[in-house]
């Protein structure tokens, strides 16, 4: 049986204007999770779940093997690198002085690892975290999770504001993280192209629902993207059409692959055209 | 356990300056003033009031967010703000205590009054009494919500404590212990009521989201 890096059954928590309803994934060892969804669909409440930061009412998260509400997931945490949406370091201190306090608080923190990061992030380690810009501080952030041996990234929004260029270097450290087949990533963000080039599998969330949990190529593979004459989109099978639009020329679909005639091609769609036709699909 | 207190330790650093200074002025004058009793308790107020900024900068900043995804105890996390508010109560306590002794050595002229050594030990422990009192409202509402339901207890508090103190008066029910009894009953209970305190801290803290 394949290991799971992390395991969500049926999970539900309520707040008062939202409710995370019923969610289950599982995430295998080795690889990485892109979870997408909206502002307020419950990216962040699911992965505080996990973390154990909130308590949800029902179902049961495991994670590294371990029950998320049993007394060794304390320990457990050594193991898990966490990036919140934003960058939680007192804005007072400089990099040097977080990496003392990370020191005396993970048992395996390698202050060599980190000074590293700092290096090839370009970080200057006696500058004031305050001073830092969004990205840095995103950086600062991973740095610091990539540093004390964690087997699972939990992260959220890790590449929001930061611009292609940190992006990409950043989305190439977590490609690396996850050479090793022990290693594991939960990563949420809205920039879908991020989520396409380095995930194995694509979560969607939906005003507090998972619509989907699929393998990136599955989804890809089962999508397409076609240019048709009116008459021939016309004559295709009502639930093969995801979404179209037209083009002037005639009408642009995404088809499900197994759907369509023989003989017609479709094309590449991308994860992000997916998504936002799984999405408006939902909403009607 | 070591890392948040190097952590409060670099914050209190950063901004804990002017604070410092307006304790070592305000302490120097405890030894100068007819009524010392208000300055003392300003400068062990001044304490409670810089775990509360401690607490604050870290709801600012979301670093107790963090905090709950670190492989640290609930218990842990709350007992060391503990720590750091005997920290600096303490601190308080020796800087009394040196200044005391450079106002015998330094001005002989000026003629000691030991029972303020005594007044200093028992606002140590009506100090430690406002953290046994603050610190679960802190955990529970958080630092600016807890603000209102401080205000609420300290008012509660004084509004008994008087009206007892009103009775026993009119009753001439009258503490005539000595000195040191009374500083050791205060430090005791005090002590008794930061133990409680911290159980209610830990059992606030592990209701609390992040």
């Not at chain 1, 930061?53 to 994670?63: H, L, T």
Request: proline share 3%; hydrophobic share 50%; charged share 25%.
């Amino acid at each position: 049986m394949e290991e799971r890096a992390l395991w969500v059954r049926n999970l539900t928590k309520q707040y008062r204007n939202f409710r995370l309803d019923d969610v289950s994934f599982f995430l295998p060892q080795g690889c990485i999770m892109g979870l997408i969804g909206e502002n307020g669909a419950g990216k962040s409440t699911l992965i505080k779940s996990i973390l154990g930061a909130v308590r949800p009412e029902s179902g049961q998260i495991e994670v590294l093997g371990c029950d998320n509400k049993s007394a060794d997931f304390i320990g457990l945490k050594e193991q898990i690198g966490v990036v919140l949406d934003e960058a939680c370091f007192p804005a007072g201190l400089t990099a040097v002085q977080m990496e003392r306090v990370l020191g005396g608080i993970y048992k395996n923190w390698e202050k060599e690892t980190f000074l590293e990061y700092l290096k090839r992030f370009g970080l200057l380690s006696d500058k004031l975290f305050k001073d830092y810009s969004r990205g840095m501080k995103m950086q600062l952030s991973i740095a610091a999770a990539l540093s004390h041996h964690a087997r699972l990234l939990v992260l959220d929004e890790p590449t929001g504001g930061l611009d292609p260029i940190v992006r990409d270097e950043i989305l190439d450290v977590f490609n690396e993280f996850t050479r090793d087949p022990q290693c594991s990533i939960l990563i949420s963000s809205h920039i879908i192209s991020d989520l396409e080039r380095i995930c194995d599998y694509i979560a969607f969330l939906h005003h507090g629902k998972l619509l989907f949990c699929e393998e990136k190529d599955v989804l890809l593979e089962r999508y397409g993207l076609v240019s048709l004459r009116r008459e021939d989109f016309e004559a295709l099978e009502k639930d093969a059409v995801l979404s179209a639009h037209d083009t002037g020329y005639g009408v642009e679909a995404l088809v499900r692959r197994d759907r369509i005639p023989a003989g017609m091609k479709p094309e590449y769609a991308g994860i992000e055209r997916i998504i936002v036709a799984l999405a408006k699909e939902e909403r009607r | 356990m070591k890392g948040l207190l190097r952590k409060d330790w670099y914050v209190f650093l950063k901004y804990g300056k002017l604070f410092s200074l307006f304790i070592f002025v305000y302490s120097f004058l405890t030894f100068f003033m007819d009524n010392p009793t208000f300055y003392i308790l300003i400068c062990m107020l001044m304490s409670v009031l810089m775990v509360k900024m401690l607490m604050a900068y870290e709801e600012q900043e979301k670093w107790d967010s963090l905090a709950a995804c670190f492989p640290i105890r609930p218990e842990q996390l709350v007992l060391e703000k503990y720590l750091v508010s005997l920290l600096l109560s303490g601190a308080m306590l020796v800087l009394l205590g040196i200044e005391f002794l450079g106002v015998a050595v330094f001005l002989p002229q000026k003629a000691l009054d030991f029972s303020l050594l005594q007044m200093v030990f028992l606002m140590f422990c009506v100090n430690m009494l406002m953290l046994a009192v603050e610190l679960p409202l802190l955990f529970w509402f958080g630092v600016n919500r807890s603000r209102i339901w401080l205000m609420i207890l300290v008012a509660a508090v004084f509004g008994i404590g008087s009206a007892i103190g009103a009775v026993l008066q009119e009753t001439y029910v009258f503490w005539r212990g000595s000195w040191i009894t009374t500083v050791t009953g205060g430090f005791v209970l005090s002590v008794i009521a930061l133990l409680l305190s911290l159980r209610l801290s830990v059992a606030a803290y592990k209701k609390r989201e992040f």
